[in-house]
Every structure is written in C-alpha cells, then in structure tokens.
C-alpha cells in the first residue's frame, strides 16, 4: 500500500493553503501562481501529512488514494 497525491490544477486558485499547511508536499509555482505538487506518492508514514493538505485545499483540488 502506498499514498497517491493528486493535484487538479483546473480547480486550483493559488490560495497557497496547501504550501502553509504542508510546506514539504507542496509549494507555489513563482510564474503561474498555481500549486506545484512536490511529492506525489509519500511514503506511508507521512498519511496524516498528505490528509491535512486535502483538508488544506477549500476548492477540494488536492486528493489523496491508497494505491
Ligand atoms: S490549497 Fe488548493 S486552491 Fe489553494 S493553492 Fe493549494 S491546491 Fe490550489
């Protein structure tokens, strides 16, 4: 079992949440303003990381599966 991150750029409106909350998954792209997922499958040990960026996000475009 492994932690699958998924970033929806369409739904992404550059609040930066995601960085705040969780500076080690995501950051903020400099050019775009958009979100920029750094880490996209963490390892296990890090799920309550990846759930408070998905609980991070008010647009609902960070989702996280077990893979
Ligand atoms: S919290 Fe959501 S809307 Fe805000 S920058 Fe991150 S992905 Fe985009």
């Known amino acids: 079992m492994a932690l ?3 970033l929806d750029l369409d ?3 550059g609040c930066a949440c995601c960085m705040m909350e969780c500076p080690d998954l995501f950051d ?3 050019e ?3 979100a920029i997922l750094l880490e996209p499958t963490p390892a296990d040990d890090r799920l309550d990381e990846a ?3 998905v ?3 008010p647009e609902n475009a960070i989702s996280l599966e077990r893979v």
């Open 4 to 6: 699958k991150l998924t």
């Open 11 to 13: 739904g992404c409106t």
């Open 28 to 30: 903020i792209d400099d």
């Open 55 to 57: 609980r991070s996000c």
């Open 32 to 34: 775009s303003g958009m």
């Open 51 to 53: 759930e408070r960026a």
